[in-house]
C-alpha cells in the first residue's frame, strides 16, 4: 500500500474565472452538474455522444509548465474552453492561480492546445532536404475552429489563418500542427477513382504556410509503398512530440497502428508530387490479382513481422482470410487544400503505374469499389459530375513536408469490433528501468493494451515488441516517476511501472469499502510478475492486498526471512468517499483518471466532482537515488525493477518512516533484500537506540485485527529490547528479552533466497564507485560517511580484506575490531556471481588523481554512464590538462574505462565521442587553455568548480587563471563565464542578443525641450568622453539650428529711411536664409541614424525657419518689400525632410509600411518634406518594408519630388540586386528602357535624372550587358525635336554617366560579354569631342529628325556628355591600374591642348585618373605636384612674367591659373576619396594645406586670373576632401576652417557654397561620433554621386547636379566607433587600444596605440585589436577570426566590455595614476600588510567585495586568536589584490583552515585535500607552465624566490601614435584627456605564470605536515608494527585516527599487499626502494618503514 498526497478539490480555473465573467456581466450562468453514466454499463463507449444537446460543452488541457526559467517552483498550465472562448492559466497548490490570456472567438472551437511552431529562414525548394528542429523555436497556443485557425505565440503576436478545408481535430506534433480534414458523406456514399482521392491528413509548419498534405509511407522489405494520406478511415487517436509518432485507428478493420513522423526526403516529396516513381517491386512482375486496398494493405508479412516484432508468426499475412472492406486505396496523387466549396481545388493527376501494391502472402479487394484497368493497375470509379461540382484542379500543388512511416500495427484478432474497438486514450510510459511502452486504452472492454518499443542499436528506426495487456478501466502516465496510475476493476488506483505492479495506492478521505466475502489470504511471491495475459480474470481469481483499515504503526522490513507479498484487488471491494460504508447509495465512487502533471493527475468521482492528488516520488534524497541507479546499472533489468519497486512499498508505506531518515530506511530495504537479518546487525542498533519514536518495522502480514497485534509485535521486537534498559528497566524491572540476544545474533544467517543476494559483489562494486563520486562534491561527504558504514560492513562479509583497510584509511571510526559475527558464510561466497569488472583492489578517485599528478602510470579507472559523471569529467580534464603533446592527449581513453553489465545497452559514451572529436579538432591549444574550453562543451561551470573539493579544484583553477589573461577571443560565452572574464561574456551576450538601445530612453529624449532643433537624441554621454575639453559639439549643434529665426544685426545709418532699411534688412535676411537652408544637408550627417523612433508617433520634422528677427526689440522680418525667387525653399525643404527621416537607426523592426503611411502629412497634397523622409527611409533600408500598393499610390499622385525621393529611395535600398520589380518601376520613368512601341509618358526630368541614377544603383557592380548599353546611349542623347529633354541635359548626362560607372565598377575592359561595345572608346569620344555617332536602334528613329531650336550640329557636344563620361570612365577601371585610361584623363601639357578642355573638365578627368590609378596614391604634396603639367606650373598666375622667361606671347595665363587650380583640386578630391575615414595624418596635413591656400588666395587679387567661381569650386571640392579623410573625428582645425566660412554672409557666398561648408562639417561629426567613411569600391561611387564638386548656385538650381544625390553619402557610411564599457558600472570608460596593421606595400606590419572611444581604421587594413595598458585586462581581437564579431560590435553601438583589474582606478577616478601608484608602494612593503585597512584598499580599488571583505575582516579591532586571524585574512587579501587573483581567496582561506582542522578531523578526506595540492605544485605546476609541447608560455620560472626581484612588470616604451608619415595612423587630438602612460609607473602583477598558491605556502603546509606525522611516529612505532604485520589496529581511538591519515599521507600499501613481499630481507634503504618499487612511495615513507622493520628485529 502506497500512501498519497494529500487530495484537495479540483475545479477548472477556466471555469471559475468564466462564472465570474458572466456574473460581473449579468448573466445568470448556474452551474451545471455533469451526469456521468454508470462506467460498468456497455453504453459508456457513447459517453461523448450527444443528440440535439445545445448547451455548451466545456473541456481543458493541463500540463506542466513550458518555461525554462531558473525558478524551482513547478506550476501548471490550464487551458480551458467552453463554448468560443478559451482561458489560460497558470498556478500551482502553493500559489494562486493567475489568468494568463483569455480568448473570446466568433465561432465554436474545435481545439485549443499548446503548439511549438518553428521559424525557418526561409521556405526553400520544397524538394531540399531538411532537417529536424531547425530554427527557432515559438512557443504558441493554437486554437482551432471548423474553418479558422488562430495562433496566440507568447511573445504576443497574433495569427489568423483560413483553411480551405473543414477540420474535424487538430494534434500538436514536433514540427507544428497536424490537421485532420473532415470527410463529407459524399465522399463517403459516393467515392472517387483511388488517383483522385482527397487527402485527409495535413500538416502547418508555421501559422503563416499553407496546410501541406502528409506523405504515407508503408511497405516490407519487398515492396516501398508512397503516396498521400487519402484513406479517410484512418483516423489519429494520439500523437507524441519525443519520439515523434502519431498513432491512428483503421475504422474499417477495427485495427491500431503507429507512424513515426518525420520531415520527408526529396525522393518522397517527387513521388507523392509525382515526379518519381520509387516502388521498389518490379511493376513488370506484378501479378495480375496484385492489388491494394486502404494505407495498410499491401504489408508483406516479412515487413510486418520486421516492424512489428509481434508476436505472430512471421510467415502469416497479417490481412489473411479477412473479409472485404470499404476503403480508398493508397495512391500516389498530390492534394492540396481540399474544400467543401469552390473555395479551392483539389484534384490531382496521377500515372496509374504507381499505385499498385502487391502482398505475396494474400491479397484483398473491395468489390463495391474496384475496377481493373488494362495494366492490371487497381483503379476506382469516378463520378466526374460530382467531381466538378466540388473541385477544381489546381496546377501547382504545395510540396509535402511531413511523412508517416509506418511503424506498427497491431496483431489481427478473429472477432473485430470496428468503431467500438477504438481506443479512447492512449499515452507514452516509461518504467523504472527506462523501457518505453505505448499503451492505449479500450475502455469498453476495460483493457489496456501495452506494446514495447525502443530505437534500433544504430538509433535509426523504432522497433516495437510484443503486446501485453492489463484489465484496468482506465489509466494515466506519471511521467516525474516513470509510472502510471490506473483504476482497476475494484475502482480501486493501482501504480504500475510499466507491467509491473508497484502497489495499491491509499488516498486519504477514500477508504476501502466491504461489499462482500473477505478475501482470501495472497500467496508470498519471489518477484512481481508482469501481467501479460490479455484473458479477463474472474471475481473469484482476483484477491485483495488489505480489506482492513491501516494501522497507525507502519510496517517495514523487518523479517527478512518475509517476502514483500504481490497481490490483486477484488473487483467486490471498491474505494468509496465518506465515512459512512453501509451507506453505499450516497457514495461516490472513482470512475475516471485525467490530467497527468508530472506526478500529479486528477480522479474524477461520480457527481462530476474530482480530486487533484500526487504520487509521492522515488525518493526525496539525491544520495538514495544516485544508488538506486548505479544497482539498477549493475543488475537485469528485472531484478533491479523489483528493488525499486520493494523500496518505493517500503519508503512511502502509508504512516510513513516516522523519524527514521531516509538513508537508514533504504540502507535496511538494501540489505534486507541482500538477505541480512536486519534486526540483528550492529550497524543499525545505535540508531534504532537513538530513535525513540522508530519502531521496528516488519514485514506485510495479513492481519484481521490492527491493535492488539501491533502491541504484542512491539513487545517481542528488537528494538523493544534495546531500549529497554534505557528507558523502562526503572520502572518495571529485568526484561526477559536480554538473555536471548547473544544467541539470536550468533544464530542469524544470511537467506540465500532473497533478491539481491547473487548480486551482492556487483551492488558492492556499483556502490563504492557511487562513493567515490559523493567524495567529489564537498556537500555529500556526510552522506558519503553513511554508505561507507554499509559498504564496510558487506566487505567485511565477502572478506574483501583490501576494501576494508581502504574504508577505514578513509574513516577511522568505522568499528573495525569489536564486530558481530558475520551473517555469511564460507559456503554462501560460493554461491554468488562475480562480474568481471569488480577488482581486488577498491578504486580510488583520490589515488587517481594523485598519482596522474606526479606523473606515475594509473589503471584505467572505472566508471558508470549517468552515474559518475563527476568523476568522469575530472579523469578527462585533469588528462587533457596533464599531457602535453598530441600523442599523449589520444591515449587520453585509456586512462579510463566504461563499466559495462549484462542488460544494458553497448554504447560509445557521448562524452568519450566529445573527447575524441574535441582533441582532432584542437590540437593547437595550450594544456590549460584544452582544460578550459573542454570544460565548457562539457557543461562544467562555475558552480561544479564550486562543489568540487579544495585539491581536486585547485589544478583546473590554475588552468582557468593561466587563460584568464589572453583568452582567445573567439571562445563561446561560457568559457569566459568559466575564466570570471566578466567583459568577455558580456560581449559575447551582447553581440548574441544583437542589443539596442530601447524605445524607453529615446522616448525620455523626445520629451526634452530641445527637440525642435531636431538633434536632441544624439548620445551625449559618448560625446562627451570624445570631446571632453570643448564645447565642439554644441557649437555643431549651434551652426545647425535652423528652427529659429535668424538673428539680424544692422546698424540704421542716419541717412538711411526706414523704408530702405527695411529692404536693407531683408536683403540680410535673403543672405543669411542662403545659409539657412543649405543646413539640412550637413544636419542630416551630424544627426545620421542617432535615434529610435516612437512607433506610435509620427517622425518630428524640425522647421526651416527663413525668418529673422531684428534686436533688440526682436521685429519680425520677413520678406515682404523684396521680390525673392519663387519656390526658393522647395529643395532645401526636401533636404529637411531627408535629414529628419536619416535620424533612424537601422534595424527598427517595427518600421512597416503602415508607419511610414502614417507618417503621411494630413491632407490630400503631398509635400516636400515627406517625399525627403521617404528617400531617407530608403537610404536606411526601412523603404523595403512599403507596400506595393502603397508605391504605386505614391507614384499617382505626380507629385515631383515625391517621386525622385521614392524612386532613388528604392533604389538604395535594393542596391546591387537587381531587383524585377524595382527594375520595372524604374523603367516606367526611362523612355529608353521602354518598349519601342510604349506609349511615351510625360515625366519630368528631375524623375528621369533620378530613375536613370537608380537604376546604376539597383544593378551596381552587375556589368549587366542591356543596362550598361542603354545606359551608354542615355550619355549622349540628343535633344529630341519637340523640344524634349532640352533642359537641365548635364544633369540626365552625368546621371546616366555615374550610373554607368556603378554597373561597370572595377570590370574595366575584362566585363564578360560587353567586349563588342568597345565602351571605353565611346566614353573617350564622349568625353574629347568628335563627330557624333549614328543613332542605333530605338533612337534611330526617335532622334532621326534634329531639335528645331538646339543647334549642336554633327559634334558631340562635351559640354553635356564631358563630364558624365568622364566620371564614368574612372569608376569603370576603377583600381584597374590601365596605363593607357590613365594617359587618356592625364592633364593635356601644351597650351594648345589646353585649349580644347574647358578648365573645370579637368578636376573630373584628374580625379577620375585617380580612380584608374588608386593604388598610387600618395598622402603627400609630390603626388598632387606631379598631376600638374609643366607648361601649368611654369606660367599659372603669371609666375614667370617678372623673369621675363621665354615668354610665349600665345600663353593665356587665365587657362593656366584656372587649370592649375582645378588639376590641384581634382588631386586633392582623388587622395581625399583615397583615405577617407582612416584620419590619415599625412594626408590630412597636405590637403588642409591646400584647403588653407586656395582660402588665401581667394582674398589675393592675383586670384582675377583664375576667377572667384573657380577658387570657390576648388575649394569646395578640397573642403569636403579633408573632411572625408577626418569623417567622424571631430577634428578642430578643419572644424575652424568650414566654421569661418559659415559665418562668411556676402552677395557672392552662393547656396552651394554653405552647403558645401555644412557637409564638411557635418563628415566632421558623422553620425553624432560613432560614423565614418568607407572606402570600398561601392562606398567611392556613391561618394562622388554625393560630393560631385558641382554644387547649385541657388535651391533651385539641379541643372549640372540632382540635388538629392547630395544624400547618397549615407551608402558610404560605416560605423567603426569602440566604446570601452566597464563591465561591473555599464558605463562608458578610457581604455588604451592597440592596433596593429596588416603589412602592406607601403609599410609593414606596426602597432599603432590609441585611446578608446575613439574611430578605429577600416578592418581590412588591421590585423588585431587590444585592449592593453596596466588598468583592464586584455582583450585581444583578431580581425581573421573576429571578423563577424567585430562587425556586430560595430553595429551595435561600437560597445566593447572591459574588466577593470584589481587594485586599480579607472582612467575617470584617477587620471594621472597616482592613487595606482600610491598601492604600488605596498607591493614592495610586505610588512605593510598586516596594517592594511578599508580606506587604503578604497584608494585604489572600487570593488565592492574586496571592499566589503576588508571592512568586515581586517579592522584589526580584536585580540588573542582572533586578532591572529585578522592578520592573517588581511595577509591573504593582500595577496590576492596585488596578484590579480581576488576569485582565490576563499580557497587560499580554506587552505588554512584545513590546516588547522587536520588533527581534529576523524577522516582522511582533509588530508587528501593536502596531499592533492602538494602533488599539483611540487610536481605539475612548474612542468605544465613553464616546458612541454603545445605549452603557450616561455620557459621562465614561475614562482619568484628572490625577494629583491620586483613583482611588477614594466611596460615597454611604445609611444601611443606613430609619427611615420606614409603609415596610416589615426590622428589623436591635442586636447584628448591626459591619461598617464608612463612606462616607469609601476603596475600590479597580473603574469598568469604565477601559481595561484605561492611557493611559501606550500613549503609551510608540507613542514607542517611532517612535523606533525614525525611527532606521533616517534611515539607509536608499536601500533604502526601490529597493524604492518598482523593487521590489527589499536583500539584507542586517536590512534587509530592518526594511524589512518600516517598512513594516508605516506601511502603505505596495506598489510596484505606488504605480505607478498619479503620484507625480511630489506636490511638497507636501497633494498627497501627495489623491493617496494612498484608502490612509487616516497623516500620519506621509506625511512619510516625502514625505521619500523629494524625495531621489529
Not at 1103 to 1132: C, E, Q, Y
Not at 1691 to 1719: F, I, M
Not at 1825 to 1848: E, F, Q, R
Amino acid at each position: 500500500m502506497i500512501a498519497a498526497c494529500e487530495p484537495h478539490e479540483f475545479i477548472p480555473f477556466g471555469r471559475q474565472f468564466s462564472n465570474s465573467q458572466s456574473d460581473g456581466r449579468g448573466v445568470t450562468n448556474p452551474q451545471r452538474e455533469t451526469a456521468y453514466p454508470d462506467a460498468d454499463l456497455p453504453i459508456s463507449a457513447l459517453r461523448d455522444v450527444n443528440i440535439n444537446d445545445s448547451s455548451q460543452k466545456e473541456f481543458w488541457h493541463i500540463s506542466q509548465s513550458r518555461e525554462t526559467g531558473t525558478q524551482k517552483l513547478e506550476f501548471d498550465e490550464e487551458i480551458y474552453i467552453k463554448g468560443n472562448s478559451v482561458v489560460w492559466s497558470r498556478g500551482c497548490e502553493s500559489q494562486a492561480r493567475l489568468v494568463q490570456k483569455s480568448y473570446e472567438l466568433d465561432s465554436a472551437i474545435l481545439e485549443a492546445q499548446w503548439v511549438t511552431f518553428r521559424l525557418q529562414d526561409c521556405k526553400g525548394d520544397p524538394l531540399e532536404e531538411r532537417s529536424n528542429q531547425t530554427g527557432e523555436a515559438v512557443p504558441s497556443i493554437c486554437i482551432t475552429q471548423s474553418a479558422t485557425l488562430n495562433v496566440f505565440t507568447d511573445k504576443g503576436d497574433e495569427f489568423t489563418a483560413s483553411l480551405p478545408f473543414q477540420v474535424s481535430r487538430s494534434w500538436s506534433i514536433d514540427q507544428g500542427l497536424l490537421l485532420e480534414r473532415a470527410v463529407s458523406n459524399q465522399e463517403i456514399t459516393s467515392p472517387r477513382r483511388d488517383s483522385e482521392c482527397l487527402p485527409t491528413m495535413f500538416s502547418l509548419l508555421h501559422p503563416l504556410d499553407e496546410p501541406a498534405p502528409i506523405i504515407c509511407k508503408t511497405g516490407g522489405m519487398g515492396s516501398t509503398k508512397i503516396g498521400l494520406m487519402t484513406d479517410y478511415t484512418q483516423q489519429v487517436i494520439f500523437t507524441t512530440s519525443d519520439p515523434s509518432l502519431v498513432m491512428t485507428f483503421d475504422s474499417s478493420m477495427g485495427l491500431h497502428s503507429v507512424w513515426q513522423l518525420r520531415y520527408a526526403t526529396a525522393e518522397e516529396i517527387c513521388v507523392a508530387s509525382k515526379i518519381l516513381d520509387l516502388n521498389t517491386t518490379n511493376l513488370g512482375q506484378t501479378p495480375r490479382h496484385s492489388y491494394s486496398s486502404g494505407t495498410l494493405a499491401g504489408l508483406s508479412a516479412s515487413a510486418h513481422s520486421r516492424l512489428s516484432m509481434s508476436s505472430m508468426s512471421p510467415c502469416m499475412s497479417p490481412y489473411r482470410g479477412l473479409p472485404s472492406r470499404t476503403a480508398s486505396p493508397l495512391v500516389f496523387s498530390r492534394g492540396q487544400s481540399p474544400a467543401l466549396s469552390v473555395m479551392a481545388a483539389l484534384s490531382r493527376t496521377q500515372s496509374p503505374a504507381t499505385s499498385a501494391l502487391y502482398s505475396p502472402a494474400s491479397s484483398m479487394m473491395s468489390p463495391a469499389r474496384s475496377t481493373w484497368s488494362p495494366g492490371g493497375i487497381s483503379m476506382t470509379s469516378l463520378n466526374m459530375t460530382s467531381m466538378n461540382m466540388t473541385c477544381g484542379e489546381v496546377k501547382e500543388p504545395l510540396a509535402p513536408d511531413l511523412c508517416l512511416d509506418h511503424c506498427w500495427t497491431e496483431p489481427i484478432v478473429s472477432h473485430r469490433e470496428g468503431i467500438l474497438g477504438k481506443a479512447t486514450k492512449a499515452f507514452l510510459t516509461t518504467d523504472l528501468c527506462g523501457q518505453r511502452y505505448l499503451c492505449y486504452s479500450l475502455q469498453h472492454r476495460h483493457q489496456l493494451k501495452c506494446v514495447k518499443f525502443g530505437r534500433s542499436n544504430d538509433q535509426s528506426q523504432l522497433i516495437f515488441g510484443s503486446l501485453a495487456t492489463l484489465m484496468v478501466k482506465d489509466a494515466v502516465p506519471l511521467d516525474s516517476l516513470d509510472m502510471m496510475v490506473v483504476l482497476d476493476l475494484s475502482n480501486s488506483i493501482v501504480l504500475y511501472s510499466g507491467l509491473v505492479k508497484i502497489g495499491k495506492v491509499h488516498i486519504s478521505g477514500i477508504v476501502p469499502s466491504l461489499s462482500s466475502s473477505l478475501p482470501r489470504p495472497s500467496t508470498p511471491l519471489d518477484s512481481p510478475a508482469p501481467m501479460t495475459s490479455s484473458r479477463p480474470s474472474s471475481s473469484a481469481q482476483v484477491i485483495m492486498d488489505e480489506v482492513v483499515m491501516l494501522s497507525p504503526v507502519p510496517a517495514f522490513l523487518g523479517d527478512i526471512r518475509t517476502k514483500l507479498q504481490e497481490s490483486t484487488c477484488s473487483d467486490e471491494f471498491a474505494f468509496h468517499a465518506g465515512t459512512s460504508s453501509g451507506n453505499s447509495s450516497s457514495s461516490k465512487h472513482i470512475i475516471g483518471l485525467r490530467d497527468p502533471v508530472a506526478s500529479r493527475f486528477t480522479v474524477e468521482l461520480t457527481g462530476g466532482s474530482m480530486l487533484r492528488m500526487s504520487i509521492p516520488p522515488v525518493t526525496s534524497s539525491p544520495i538514495v537515488q544516485l544508488c538506486l541507479n548505479a544497482i539498477k546499472y549493475v543488475l537485469p533489468r528485472d531484478t533491479a525493477l523489483q528493488l525499486v519497486t520493494r523500496w518505493y512499498n517500503t519508503h512511502n508505506a502509508p504512516g510513513g518512516p516516522g523519524s527514521q531518515s531516509e538513508w537508514l530506511v533504504f540502507s535496511k530495504c538494501l540489505l534486507g533484500s541482500m538477505g541480512y537479518n536486519v534486526e540483528k546487525l550492529a550497524i543499525f542498533s545505535q540508531h534504532e537506540v537513538d530513535s525513540p519514536t522508530s519502531p521496528e518495522v516488519a514485514a506485510k502480514k495479513h492481519k484481521t485485527s490492527g491493535l492488539d497485534e501491533d502491541w504484542e509485535s512491539l513487545l517481542s521486537s528488537e528494538y523493544h529490547r534495546l531500549a529497554c534498559p534505557t528507558i523502562l528497566e526503572s520502572i518495571t524491572g529485568p526484561q526477559p528479552y536480554g538473555s536471548t540476544s547473544t544467541s539470536e545474533i550468533n544464530q542469524a544467517k544470511v537467506d540465500t533466497g532473497s533478491l539481491l543476494f547473487a548480486h551482492i559483489p556487483a551492488v558492492v562494486f556499483a556502490l563504492h564507485l557511487v562513493y567515490e563520486e559523493l567524495k567529489l562534491t564537498r556537500f555529500y561527504l556526510d552522506s558519503a560517511q553513511e554508505l561507507v558504514a554499509v559498504l564496510y560492513q558487506i566487505a567485511s562479509d565477502l572478506k574483501w580484506v583490501s576494501y576494508m583497510d581502504y574504508y577505514y584509511r578513509c574513516h577511522s571510526d568505522l568499528n573495525t575490531n569489536a564486530r558481530q559475527p558475520s551473517q555469511m558464510h564460507q559456503e554462501h561466497l560460493a554461491q554468488m556471481q562475480y562480474p568481471s569488472y569488480c577488482t581486488s583492489d577498491p578504486p580510488s578517485m583520490y589515488q587517481w588523481l594523485h598519482g596522474s599528478l606526479k606523473g606515475i602510470p594509473q589503471d584505467p579507472y572505472p566508471y558508470v554512464d549517468d552515474i559518475c559523471t563527476n568523476s568522469h569529467k575530472i579523469m578527462m580534464l585533469y588528462s587533457l590538462y596533464l599531457s602535453q603533446d598530441v600523442c599523449m592527449m589520444k591515449n587520453l581513453k585509456k586512462t579510463f574505462r566504461r563499466l559495462s553489465s549484462a542488460g544494458q545497452p553497448v554504447k560509445q559514451s557521448d562524452t568519450n565521442t566529445q573527447l575524441s572529436d574535441f582533441i582532432n579538432a584542437h590540437q593547437e591549444l595550450s594544456g590549460a587553455q584544452r582544460t578550459v574550453l573542454f570544460m565548457t562543451q562539457i557543461g562544467f561551470t562555475l558552480k561544479d568548480l564550486e562543489a568540487l573539493p579544495l585539491g581536486v579544484a585547485l589544478p583546473l583553477c590554475e588552468a582557468i587563471y593561466q587563460c584568464r589573461e589572453k583568452p582567445p577571443s573567439y571562445w563561446p560565452e561560457e568559457a569566459y563565464v568559466l575564466m570570471k572574464r566578466q567583459d568577455l561574456s558580456a560581449q559575447a551576450r551582447l553581440l548574441k542578443e544583437n542589443k539596442k538601445r530601447g524605445f524607453a530612453e529615446v522616448l525620455a529624449d523626445k520629451d526634452s525641450k530641445q527637440e525642435e532643433d531636431g538633434m536632441s537624441h544624439l548620445d551625449q554621454e559618448l560625446l562627451r568622453l570624445r570631446f571632453p575639453d570643448d564645447l565642439r559639439v554644441q557649437e555643431v549643434r549651434r551652426l545647425f539650428q535652423s528652427s529659429k529665426p535668424a538673428r539680424i544685426t544692422l546698424v540704421q545709418k542716419p541717412e538711411v529711411s526706414d523704408h530702405e532699411f527695411i529692404e536693407e534688412q531683408e536683403m540680410r535676411l535673403l543672405m543669411v536664409s542662403m545659409r539657412t537652408m543649405a543646413l539640412s544637408v550637413g544636419r542630416g550627417m551630424f544627426t545620421l541614424r542617432t535615434s529610435h523612433p516612437v512607433v506610435t508617433e509620427t517622425l518630428p520634422i524640425p522647421k526651416l525657419n527663413l525668418s529673422g528677427r531684428a534686436p533688440p526689440r526682436n521685429n519680425t522680418i520677413s520678406f515682404l518689400h523684396i521680390d525673392v525667387p519663387a519656390n526658393m525653399n522647395a529643395w532645401p525643404l526636401f533636404h529637411n525632410g531627408v535629414a529628419a527621416g536619416l535620424k533612424i537607426a537601422p534595424g527598427c523592426s517595427q518600421i512597416d509600411s503602415t508607419w511610414i503611411v502614417y507618417n503621411r502629412p494630413a491632407g490630400a497634397e503631398l509635400t516636400n518634406e515627406h517625399a525627403g523622409f521617404l528617400m531617407a527611409l530608403g537610404l536606411n533600408g526601412h523603404l523595403s518594408s512599403l507596400a506595393t500598393l502603397k508605391v504605386h499610390d505614391y507614384l499617382c499622385r505626380g507629385h515631383e519630388m515625391t517621386s525622385v525621393g521614392l524612386l532613388l529611395g528604392l533604389a538604395a535600398a535594393k542596391r546591387g540586386t537587381m531587383d524585377v520589380a524595382t527594375t520595372k518601376m524604374l523603367s516606367i520613368h526611362i523612355n529608353a528602357l521602354l518598349p519601342p512601341t510604349s506609349t511615351e509618358l510625360d515625366i519630368p526630368h528631375l524623375v528621369q535624372v533620378a530613375a536613370i541614377m537608380g537604376v546604376g544603383l539597383v544593378y551596381q557592380g552587375t556589368a549587366h550587358r542591356h543596362i550598361a548599353e542603354v545606359l551608354l546611349g542615355e550619355i549622349g542623347r540628343p535633344p529630341g525635336p519637340e523640344l524634349e529633354h532640352c533642359t537641365d541635359r548635364e544633369s540626365y548626362s552625368l546621371a546616366a554617366g555615374l550610373s554607368l560607372g556603378m554597373v561597370m565598377l572595377g570590370h574595366g575592359s575584362n566585363a564578360v560579354g560587353l567586349s563588342d561595345l568597345n565602351m571605353a572608346d565611346q566614353l573617350y569620344h564622349l568625353m574629347a569631342g568628335g563627330h557624333k555617332n549614328q543613332p542605333t536602334g530605338r533612337n534611330k528613329e526617335k532622334f532621326k529628325s534634329p531639335c528645331y531650336q538646339i543647334k549642336e550640329g554633327d559634334q558631340v557636344n562635351i559640354d553635356v556628355t564631358s563630364p558624365g563620361a568622364t566620371l564614368a570612365l574612372g569608376l569603370m577601371f576603377f583600381q584597374t591600374a590601365n596605363k593607357a585610361v590613365s594617359q587618356c584623363l592625364t592633364a593635356p601639357d601644351t597650351q594648345i591642348l589646353l585649349d580644347f578642355v574647358k578648365p573645370d573638365f579637368l578636376l573630373l578627368r584628374t580625379l577620375s585618373k585617380g580612380l584608374v590609378m588608386w593604388n598610387e596614391i600618395e598622402p603627400n604634396s609630390d603626388w598632387i605636384q606631379n598631376n600638374i603639367p609643366d607648361i601649368v606650373k611654369r606660367y599659372a598666375f603669371k609666375r614667370n612674367i617678372a623673369a621675363k622667361e621665354d615668354v610665349d606671347a600665345d600663353i593665356d595665363f587665365q587657362k593656366m591659373s584656372q587649370a592649375e587650380c582645378n588639376v590641384l583640386a581634382g588631386a586633392c578630391m582623388a587622395m581625399g576619396l583615397r583615405f577617407a575615414g582612416s584620419a590619415n595624418n599625412s594626408a590630412f596635413q597636405c590637403l588642409l594645406h591646400y584647403a588653407q591656400r586656395f582660402a588665401s588666395l581667394a582674398s589675393q587679387s592675383i586670384s582675377e586670373l583664375a576667377g572667384k567661381s573657380t577658387i570657390d569650386t576648388c575649394l569646395n571640392a578640397v573642403l569636403l576632401s579633408v573632411a572625408m579623410v577626418m569623417a567622424g573625428t571631430g577634428n578642430l582645425e578643419v572644424l575652424r576652417f568650414a566654421r569661418k566660412l559659415h559665418f562668411i554672409i556676402a552677395g557672392d557666398m552662393s547656396y552651394g557654397n554653405h552647403m558645401a561648408s555644412h557637409m564638411a562639417i557635418g563628415l566632421l561629426f558623422l553620425g553624432g561620433g560613432r560614423y565614418t567613411l568607407s572606402t570600398s569600391p561601392a562606398s567611392i561611387a556613391v561618394l562622388i554621386c554625393s560630393l560631385f564638386p558641382r554644387f547649385p548656385i541657388n535651391g533651385n538650381d539641379n541643372r549640372y547636379h540632382l540635388q538629392a544625390l547630395r544624400h547618397l553619402y549615407v551608402l558610404a557610411a560605416e560605423p567603426r566607433v569602440i566604446i570601452p564599457r566597464d563591465v561591473d558600472s555599464g558605463k562608458p570608460c578610457y581604455a588604451p587600444l592597440e592596433i596593429v596593421y596588416k603589412e602592406s606595400q607601403w609599410y609593414g606590419e606596426h602597432t599603432v596605440k590609441m585611446l578608446a572611444p575613439c574611430i578605429v581604421p577600416e578592418l581590412k587594413h588591421l590585423k588585431q585589436i587590444s585592449v592593453v595598458g596596466p588598468r583592464y585586462l586584455t582583450v585581444t581581437l583578431d580581425t581573421i577570426k573576429n571578423l563577424r564579431t567585430l562587425e556586430e560590435i560595430f553595429k551595435a553601438d561600437g560597445t566593447l566590455y572591459v574588466k577593470q583589474r584589481a587594485g586599480h582606478l579607472s582612467y575617470a577616478e584617477d587620471p594621472k595614476g597616482y592613487k595606482s601608484l600610491l598601492a604600488q608602494t605596498f607591493t614592495h612593503d610586505a610588512s605593510y600588510q598586516q596594517s592594511m585597512d578599508s580606506e587604503v584598499i578604497r584608494s585604489f580599488t572600487s570593488d565592492l567585495a574586496i571592499l566589503g571583505f576588508s571592512r568586515h575582516f581586517c579592522q584589526h579591532i580584536s585580540s588573542g586568536n582572533e586578532a591572529f586571524l585578522e592578520t592573517l585574512l588581511a595577509s591573504l587579501l593582500y595577496e590576492c589584490v596585488t596578484k590579480e587573483k581576488p576569485w582565490i581567496l576563499q580557497s587560499l582561506i580554506e587552505v588554512h583552515q584545513v590546516v588547522d582542522s587536520l588533527v581534529s578531523r576523524p577522516d582522511t578526506h582533509t588530508l587528501w585535500q593536502l596531499k592533492l595540492l602538494l602533488a599539483y605544485y611540487n610536481h605539475t605546476h612548474t612542468r605544465l607552465v613553464s616546458g612541454g609541447n603545445g605549452s603557450a608560455y616561455p620557459k621562465t620560472p614561475l614562482v619568484n624566490a628572490d625577494p629583491k626581484t620586483p613583482l611588477v612588470n614594466a611596460e615597454p616604451k611604445t609611444p601611443w601614435v606613430n609619427a611615420d608619415p606614409k603609415t596610416p595612423v589615426v590622428n589623436t587630438e591635442p586636447k584628448t584627456p591626459v591619461i598617464n602612460s608612463d612606462p616607469k609607473t609601476p603596475v600590479i602583477n597580473s603574469d598568469p605564470k604565477t601559481p595561484l598558491v605561492n611557493a611559501e605556502m606550500c613549503v609551510k603546509i608540507k613542514s607542517h605536515l611532517d612535523h606533525l606525522f614525525d611527532l606521533w611516529f616517534a611515539e607509536n612505532k608499536m601500533p604502526l608494527m601490529n597493524y604492518l604485520s598482523q593487521g590489527v589496529i589499536s583500539e584507542d581511538q586517536e590512534t587509530r585516527r592518526q594511524l589512518a591519515k600516517f598512513m594516508v599521507y605516506y601511502g603505505i600499501p596495506t598489510p596484505s599487499q606488504l605480505s607478498e613481499v619479503p620484507l625480511q630481507r630489506c636490511d638497507s634503504l636501497p633494498s627497501l626502494y627495489t623491493a617496494l618499487k612498484g608502490f612509487n612511495l616516497p623516500v620519506s615513507a621509506l625511512i619510516k618503514l625502514l625505521s619500523v622493520l629494524q625495531a621489529a628485529r
